[in-house]
């Protein structure tokens, strides 16, 4: 159980586009999720925090008008990087946390490495 | 913010040795830690917890020491085998006002690799 996916694996995408990332909770209902960026050889960096139905909370220095998230439901969660550059290259990561009853487990899911040209 | 820029350090081992992974965690009001292990292209995968409230956990072949005093996290683990080499991290859970449960910083990380 607590399985979190992550669509898509990869994606490869031009300079000025925009990417959405899906994460997913499948057999839980999760009421926060968490969006990470990793660098290579490089920590996770929390971007966000994102709860069922409201506003997504930013850490400082993530632009919130470049990553945006919408937790438009109690098992989806999407990351949608606009306006990609090659510097948003990097491997994204998402968690999520059941209700209240999970405490403070997150499950994370299994990332999306991106690719702007 | 944390750990921009770093690298990972590394920690080589013989088959069977044990191994001891070090962390010093910052927040001394982090009342949760995770310890995760990371392979090439994968997500985190959740290896053990402890509660700010002990000193020591134990589960299969993985132990866990937490001295809050000087804010440092361990991770031991016996007879290592080839299969433990990827990059191992220590997370600690930070209380949010606005959201009970907190959120997890983590820490730099560590690249074991096990000879055969």
């Known amino acids: 159980g607590a399985v979190v996916s992550q669509h898509p694996s990869w994606v490869i995408c031009k ?10 909770s499948l057999d839980f209902q999760a009421t926060t999720m968490f969006w990470y960026r990793q660098f290579p050889k490089q920590s996770l960096m929390l971007m966000a925090t994102s709860n069922e139905g409201s ?21 989806l969660s999407t990351l949608t990087v606009t306006s990609a550059h090659p510097e948003d290259s990097s491997f994204y990561i998402c968690s999520a946390r059941p209700g209240a009853s999970g405490g403070n487990t997150q499950y994370f899911g299994p990332g999306t490495r991106l690719t702007v040209l | ?25 910052s927040n ?12 090439s292209g994968k997500g985190p995968q959740f290896i053990i917890d402890i509660r700010s409230n002990m000193d020591k956990r134990q589960g299969q072949r993985v132990t866990v020491l937490l001295n809050k005093t ?8 016996a007879a290592t085998q080839p299969g433990d080499s990827a990059v191992y991290f220590c997370a600690e859970n930070i209380y949010m006002i606005y ?18």
């Open chain 2, 1 to 25: 913010g944390e750990n921009v820029g770093l690298h990972l350090p590394t920690l080589s081992v013989q088959e069977g040795d044990n191994s001891i992974i070090n962390c010093a965690y």
């Open chain 2, 99 to 116: 959201n009970q449960g907190g959120k997890l910083i983590f820490g730099q990380g560590t690249e074991l690799s096990v000879k055969p």
């Open chain 2, 70 to 77: 000087v804010k440092h996290l361990s991770l031991q683990i």
């Open chain 1, 15 to 24: 300079s000025g586009t925009s990417v959405k990332i899906e994460c997913r």
């Open chain 1, 55 to 75: 506003k997504a909370t930013y850490e400082q220095g993530v632009e919130k008008d470049k990553f945006l998230i919408n937790h438009a439901s109690l098992t």
């Open chain 2, 28 to 39: 001394s009001a982090s009342d949760y830690f995770i310890w995760y292990k990371q392979e």
